[in-house]
C-alpha cells in the first residue's frame, strides 16, 4: 500500500516574519541609540569619554577612570570622531593620559576652523608650569600624580622671578593666586583634601618635554638676572594647548 501521508514543507515565511526580521536588523544598525533620532555610531561610555577630551584639557586614569578606560577600548574611533572636527588625539599609556591638539593644515593658505580657544600661558602661569615640572623631574617614586605642592611654596618660588622694581605684592600675589586657579581648572593642579595642597599632574611631562622646559628655565633665569632685559608682559609666551575652558570641581585627591 503507498504512503498517502503528505510529505513534510519547509516552514511558510509569512509577510509577518519579513517584518520581524526587518525590525530587528533596524534594532541592530540602531543599538548604540540614546534618544529619539539618534543616528550616533559610538556607546555611550564612548560619548562621554569624546565630551571629555572635547571639554577638558585631558583626560587621565586618575582624573576621569571611565573615560580613560573608553578611550582604551575605543580609541580608533574616537580618533575618528575627533579627526571629524580638525582635532587630533594623543594617547600616552605610560602616563596614562590622553588629550586632544589642533590639527595643523599643510596649506598655509586654507588654515582649518577650529572650536577651541587658543589662549596663551601668562608669565606668572609660565613661571608656575617651569616649577611644577622641575619638581617632577626631581621627583623618583613611581606612579603619577605623586609630587604634592604647597601653595605658599608656588608664591615664594615665582617672588624670586618678580622684577627688581616692583612694589605692589598685592597685585604680584594676585596674579600668581590667578595663575594657580587657572592650572587647578585645567587639572595641572589637582585638588586635595588641604584647600592650599595640591598633586602635580603628569600631564605637565606632555605639556613641557624637557627641550622646551630647559630652555623656559634658561630664558626666565637669564632675565632675572639682569642679563636678558625684562621680564614684564607676557613673556616667556609659553603656548597653551588649545582647548575650552576646564571649569568643573576636582575631587580631592
Known sequence: MSDTRPAPVDDE?????????GQEEDRDETSFALFEGDEGRLDEPQRRALVALLRHTYVSARTH???????????????????DLFLELHVDRDR??????????ESQRRPFPTLLRDVPYTR????????LRMRLRADTRPGPDQVVVDRS?????????????????????????S????LVRARILLRTTDPDRFRVASVVEVLLPLERLLELDTWLRTATSGDGGSTDGAEPSLQAEPTDTDDEGEPAA
Open 179 to 182: 595663575a594657580v586657579d587657572r
Open 153 to 177: 611654596e608656588i608664591l615664594g618660588h615665582v617672588a624670586g622671578f618678580l622684577p627688581a622694581g616692583s612694589t605692589d605684592r598685592t597685585r604680584d600675589e594676585a596674579r600668581v593666586a
Open 13 to 21: 515565511v509569512t509577510t509577518d516574519d519579513l517584518a520581524a526580521v
Open 96 to 105: 596614562e593620559v590622553a588629550w586632544k591638539r589642533q590639527a595643523r593644515s
Open 65 to 83: 577612570a571611565d573615560e580613560w578606560r573608553a578611550v582604551l577600548d575605543a580609541e580608533a574611533q574616537l580618533r575618528s570622531r575627533l579627526n
Open 124 to 131: 606668572e602661569e609660565t613661571i608656575v608650569l617651569v616649577y
